[in-house]
């Protein structure tokens, strides 16, 4: 996939559905979802447990496949797509920020973050990665801890570096899925502001599935997800 | 951040779990150069033993016929062709205390002067020894026991360049007994092992000075072994053909008077009487003109009532004087046909003895009608060989032929004959008729004439026979030592095959615990996809990680190996000495072997790791993320449908397999990997029948047992370990003969024969016939499976098929293509393709001594320097037979006409009463050894119940390992559940009733692995049962089994108990 600027939006939903199960026990958890998100735009998905909120954003991060529709990233349908090039597309334009941190415990802070340039052949070089690395560390106000192993993190801290390893490729599109779930109140907010500033600022859209109106609020849309189907405002 | 240093991390991070890879690599690298180690060690130490053995003596020569050279042979062929030459005397016969006690048969009396020591590159140990001064092995001091300088008393057979069982060889048996000291005892480092045969077991010798025993026996200046140094046979035979006597091959041609009855001017005759065919005809090539003839004696000659006793007669040639005879006449001398008072026409009678193959004596008669009266003038004394016993006597009183002779009978007139004409022949007839009924197999000349001079006859002799051919070979003893070496009894690959079941356990094992680790790690690999990792990299991180765990413990296992073989060998110097007995082995290890077990040991564990990473990263990556996935993949209906047709198709294809192969080893273990496999397949449909089951379990045990189709992988592989080790056990259990079972019956391996003996020094009477059966022996390389060494030429017994035949002695496993099994022991009078001998042998002496199969022919060195070839017509199970080829007693005579006597008996019970007993009593002074079969069968037996027990050793070990994974499948289990049984808990059951939960569940799995081996074991062996009779035994692996499945309960149960320790509630908080 080019990763040059383009004329057909970041991300183009079209009718995308998912079905799990057979039969008459099947549960439709999307129905015809439509979506247009332009590049460094922001977008909160908002619904209750269970609604699809999840599967959508794997739908979109390639991570599970409709069942129907078409999701295309930059004009290209992913699901046409090699297993190899969906891997390499993952690398290259997509972030993901999960509800659990997902970091690894025998890396430290650093290596951490840098993990994702070793997926992607063509990342740039280890001391550009590094140098990078630092200076979004920085930003987020992790620089002292990088060398500091998981374990060592608070929880909003460990939820601070996901959101720096999303980033450390420069993807196009960062999608996080409930990234406040599991933090405090205080810590929820720091990150609530830190996803909309890193959107603002590294220019990478932003999707994200939550249910909390607070972090919503800091995108420019919000979604609401009900019965498989999706309404933007 | 690189790929490596991820894996370092993750290395050390998960150090813990990776220990299990590391544990289990390390086992199988261990066992692997562990196993091969006592291999290389095996080889080693009998490399090392047959250097010991043969010093620096790289060839020897022996001659095949058992005759004795010139012992300056040896000076001239080590100017000739170099190296160090020792001349030997080689003898068999008995050692004892001078009181009887401590009487060691099979003693080798080898006489050496100071060239023998120097070849072990040591002083004459026996340097200015007087005549009762001798040297001793150490066996041999260890056996006779007492203090070395102590007396001691060495019997030895009298050698005879005539064969015992020859016609007119004087009287047999005659022996020698020295009263010696032991001087020094001679280790092996000083040639105390020196021995030709290939065998691990060190001989018992006394060497005696050269001089002194040649004078003993009445052979000065001659030796019947030479052993050469740094010669090779090659080089060695050449010297021999350049400085080879006529005297080398016991021949002499001697000048003739001229004025003798046939114009020859010289004579070639031999010591050994008989001038052996091949010779003859070589020398008959050689000197063209040549006239044989050959002298016998005749019991006597009659006319009418006038009759002449013991008279020599020759079958001659027509030349000279000597008439040409046709069949049925005779040329009588003058003094014959006045004595008897003949005249031309007259028809006379002569009785003779010839020798039967029993060495009994036949007398038979002859008519000849006279047709010469020759003049006494010139008759000499010339046609006579030196017959033992009558040659050299001066009175006709004092004959001593070996025949009975009543010499009342011989009259004044016979005296006088014998003292004017000696042995002159009083009679004549025609080569042919008189080789017709003197012949024998020694030969069928006692002499060749020739018309030119003694010194010509001879240079052209010398000239054209070929010493080599007539068998005065150097062999490669060396060469052929070492061989036999490396030839041997695989001991690696042994071991190897025995602990192929614990290498099994361990890799599955470690597969298991490496499985476990990377569902641990489920939500990494999740991570690593959502990242952009391509799915085979991230398997290729999991199987590299695993791969750097494994190198380790395969690192750490080539140097744990050592202890593995080391336990081994220490376990075949004790608790398995019947695997190899008289193994004297030391440890060393090549450092190949190292690697190679270090490279199989890792390759194994990489192969295992790969079969258990083959799922990592084909999960998708948001399964993999959601914490709590489920793990359990219960199998579906379909799938039970197929294993349960699978387990059908393979209980099919076992009995099919069993129906057609018989007892054979590849059946056993086809069926038996079939029904292992069908019973697997019925496992997992039953479990997946389990997991589909609609409506609720009753009660706790119905909970657990459904339990068990949770995780369809862990308990398969539970069950399969189990079912292996149960099979393997209970098979190898079921396989152990007791030599004792079936002894006194005809078809055992015993033949039904209560004795088996065998004597040093041969016996030339044999038993009474319904008291044994005889046996003749041409000692070869021991082919049994007592010796260690790849046997390079077997050993021979003849037999009078007949004696064995008529007693149904021995069962027939096998006979050649085209041979009825039925035929049995009249196999051996069978004629075969190609005039092969045809030869009868038990399958360890066949199958694994020689490497060879019913059908198979193959060539042998005969008792004349040739080679004959041998079909194995017929194959025998396990007997007191192992470790020779059994021939008929008419081919052993014409392939070792030199083998006098028996020396092996088949003995009845009855053998100690009646006549029996009284030629018991003659054979115990010929050094006899009397074993009861059954014994001897055990020692036999022994090597193969010693295998087992080791197979059974290693597989228990595998068992243990198994049982031990089943413990750990029970833990992770349990801890993967923990919140399961901590909600069960807070629902209000006991922690009691949890235990009982999680042990119902695995007792499902012990309860199908022990009973899927032990049925499979039932029915793989027994074909073997119903051939074997009753043989086997059941009891002991059937307890073997029960004892194994509790020990796997206790262990789930340990498991069970320790996994549910601490406090549950926490695990409910943690969901």
């Known amino acids: 996939m080019d990763a040059s600027p383009s004329p057909s939006p970041l991300l183009e939903l079209r009718a995308v559905g998912k079905r799990y199960g057979a039969g008459g026990t099947a549960v439709e958890v999307l129905d015809g979802v439509d979506l247009v998100l332009e590049s460094g735009a922001s977008l909160a998905i908002l619904g209750p447990s269970g609604c699809g909120k999840s599967t959508l954003l794997n739908c979109i991060g390639t991570l599970d496949r409709p069942t129907s529709g078409e999701v295309l990233l930059e004009g290209a349908d992913w699901q046409r797509l090699s297993p190899r090039e969906i891997a390499r597309l993952r690398a290259r334009r997509i972030g993901f920020v999960f509800q659990l941190h997902h970091l690894l415990p025998q890396c430290t802070v650093l290596e951490n973050i840098l993990l994702p340039t070793l997926a992607d052949p063509a990342s740039p070089p280890g001391p550009e990665a590094a140098e990078r690395a630092g200076r979004l560390l920085e930003r987020v106000g992790l620089s002292a801890r990088k060398n500091h192993r998981p374990g060592e993190l608070s929880g909003g801290e460990r939820q601070r570096a996901a959101v720096v390893r999303a980033l450390i490729n420069r993807p196009a599109l960062l999608l996080a899925d409930e990234p406040t779930g599991s933090l405090d109140a205080a810590s929820a907010e720091s990150l609530g502001d830190l996803l909309a500033e890193l959107n603002r600022e590294e220019g990478v859209a932003l999707v994200v599935a939550t249910h909390s109106p607070e972090l919503a609020r800091r995108m420019a849309r919000t979604g609401r997800l009900h019965e498989g189907r999706l309404r933007v405002s | ?1071």
């Open chain 2, 1 to 1071: 951040m690189t790929a490596f240093r991820y894996l370092l991390r993750s290395l050390f991070f998960y150090r813990r779990t990776h220990l299990g890879v590391c544990v289990g690599a390390l086992l199988a690298a261990a066992i692997l150069t562990g196993s091969l180690g006592v291999g290389d060690s095996v080889r080693f130490s009998l490399r090392r033993l047959a250097l010991e053995r043969l010093g620096a003596v790289s060839a020897a020569l022996v001659p095949s016929g058992g005759g004795f050279f010139r012992e300056r042979l040896a000076g001239e062929i080590a100017a000739h062709a170099g190296g160090q030459a020792a001349p030997i005397l080689l003898l068999r016969g008995t050692a004892a205390r001078p009181d009887g006690s401590s009487l060691c048969r099979d003693v080798q009396i080898v006489g050496v002067d100071a060239r023998f020591w120097r070849l072990w590159g040591g002083a004459d140990l026996l340097e200015g020894a007087t005549a009762s001064e001798a040297a001793v092995n150490d066996r041999l001091a260890e056996r006779l026991g007492g203090n070395p300088g102590e007396p001691f008393v060495v019997r030895v057979e009298e050698p005879s360049l005539l064969s015992r069982d020859a016609p007119l060889s004087g009287n047999a048996g005659g022996s020698v007994a020295l009263r010696l000291r032991a001087r020094a005892v001679v280790d092996a480092a000083r040639g105390g092992r020196f021995s030709l045969r290939a065998s691990q077991v060190p001989p018992l010798t006394v060497f005696l000075p050269l001089e002194g025993l040649q004078k003993e026996i009445h052979q000065p200046g001659r030796a019947n072994g030479l052993l050469l140094g740094g010669v090779e046979a090659e080089a060695a035979n050449a010297a021999l053909r350049a400085a080879w006597q006529l005297a080398d091959l016991n021949l002499e041609v001697r000048p003739l008077a001229a004025q003798g009855l046939e114009d020859a001017r010289s004579e070639l005759h031999s010591g050994q009487i008989f001038l052996d065919s091949a010779l003859a005809a070589a020398a008959r090539e050689a000197v063209p003109g040549a006239r044989g003839a050959l002298t016998y004696l005749a019991n006597e000659i009659r006319l009418g009532e006038k009759a002449a006793p013991y008279s020599l007669v020759t079958a001659a040639e027509e030349g000279g004087a000597v008439p040409a005879l046709g069949q049925g006449e005779i040329a009588l001398n003058a003094w014959l046909a006045e004595d008897l008072g003949a005249r031309m026409g007259d028809s006379v009678v002569f009785k003779y003895y010839t020798v039967g193959n029993d060495r009994r004596l036949q007398e038979k008669a002859a008519r000849f009608t006279v047709r010469a009266i020759l003049p006494m003038e010139r008759l000499d004394a010339s046609w006579m060989p030196p017959f033992p016993g009558l040659a050299g006597v001066g009175n006709c009183r004092d004959w001593n032929p070996g025949i009975p002779m009543d010499l009342s009978r011989i009259r004044p007139k016979d005296e006088a004959y014998w003292k004017t004409y000696r042995g002159a022949p009083k009679a004549f007839v025609g080569l042919r008729a008189g080789q017709a009924i003197w012949g024998n197999r020694f030969g069928a000349l006692t002499s060749l004439r020739f018309s030119d001079e003694a010194g010509g006859v001879e240079k052209v002799l010398r000239e054209r026979i070929d010493p080599v051919r007539a068998g005065l070979a150097f062999q490669p003893v060396r060469a052929q030592a070492l061989r036999a070496g490396e030839g041997a009894q695989d001991f690696g690959g042994l071991f190897l095959g025995f602990s192929f079941f614990l290498i099994a356990a361990a890799l599955l094992l470690m597969a298991m615990l490496f499985v476990f680790s990377r569902e641990q790690r489920a939500e990494e690999a999740g991570l690593l996809l959502a990242l952009g990792f391509e799915p085979q990299r991230v398997r290729r991180w999991a199987l590299a990680e695993g791969g750097l765990a494994a190198a380790l413990g395969a690192l750490a296992g080539a140097a744990a190996g050592a202890l593995y073989a080391r336990l081994a060998l220490h376990g075949l110097a004790t608790i398995w000495r019947g695997a190899a007995p008289y193994g004297e082995f030391r440890y060393h290890a090549e450092p190949l072997t190292l690697a190679l077990g270090a490279g199989i040991g890792f390759a194994a564990a990489m192969l295992a790791l790969a079969w258990a990473a083959r799922g990592e990263g084909k999960r998708p990556a948001a399964e993999l993320l959601a914490r709590g996935a489920e793990r359990e993949r219960p199998l579906s209906a379909r799938a039970g449908r197929w294993n349960a047709g699978a387990g059908v198709l393979g209980l099919a294809a076992a009995c099919a397999v069993l129906a057609g192969g018989g007892r054979s080893a590849e059946a056993f273990f086809g069926a038996g990997a079939l029904l292992l496999a069908a019973g697997i397949a019925g496992s997992a449909a039953f479990l997946a029948r389990l997991a589909q089951r609609e409506g609720g379990a009753r009660g706790l045990a119905a909970i657990g047992v459904r339990g068990a189709a949770r995780h369809p992988g862990r308990s398969l592989a539970t069950i399969a370990v189990l079912a292996s080790g149960v099979f393997l056990t209970i098979a190898t259990g079921a396989f152990r003969q007791d030599p004792l079972a079936h002894a006194p019956e005809r078809g055992s391996g015993t033949g039904g024969f209560a004795w088996f003996a065998r004597t040093t020094l041969p016996v030339y009477e044999p038993p009474p016939d319904a008291d044994g059966v005889p046996l003749r022996v041409w000692e070869g390389d021991d082919a049994s499976c007592l010796n260690l060494n790849r046997a390079q030429t077997p050993g021979f017994l003849g037999v009078r098929p007949e004696a064995l035949a008529e007693r149904r002695a021995f069962r027939f496993l096998e006979s050649a293509p085209g041979l009825a099994r039925e035929d049995g022991w009249r196999l051996l009078a069978a004629p075969q393709p190609g005039g092969a001998v045809p030869a009868i042998g038990d399958e360890a002496t066949v199958r694994w001594g020689l490497g060879l199969a019913a059908g198979d022919v193959f060539s042998c060195p005969d008792g004349r320097g040739g080679t004959f070839p041998v079909r194995i017509v017929g194959v025998l199970p396990a007997s007191v037979l192992e470790g020779n080829l059994v021939i008929s007693e008419q081919e052993f005579l014409r392939r070792f006409p030199g083998e006098a006597g028996w020396r092996a008996f088949l003995l009845e019970a009855s053998v100690e009463r009646g006549a029996g007993a009284a030629w018991l009593e003659g054979a115990q002074g010929r050094g006899m050894e009397r074993v009861p079969a059954s014994r001897r069968l055990g020692d036999f037996l022994a090597v193969e119940n010693s295998y087992l027990a080791i197979f059974q050793a290693l597989g228990g070990l595998g068992l243990l390992l198994g049982s031990a994974g089943l413990a750990v499948v029970v833990g992770r289990n349990v801890a993967e559940r923990r919140g399961e049984f901590a909600l069960m808990q807070a629902l209000g059951f006991a922690p009691g009733a949890l235990r009982r939960l999680v042990l119902c569940e695995h007792a499902v799995l012990v309860a199908l692995g022990v009973g899927i081996g032990a049925l499979s074991a039932a029915v793989a062996i027994l074909p073997s049962v119903e051939a074997e009779g009753n043989g086997l035994s059941w009891m002991g692996p059937l307890g073997t089994a029960l004892a194994l499945a509790g020990c796997a309960l206790a262990w789930s149960g340990l498991a069970a108990r320790m996994s549910l320790r601490g406090p549950l509630l926490e695990a409910l908080r943690g969901e």
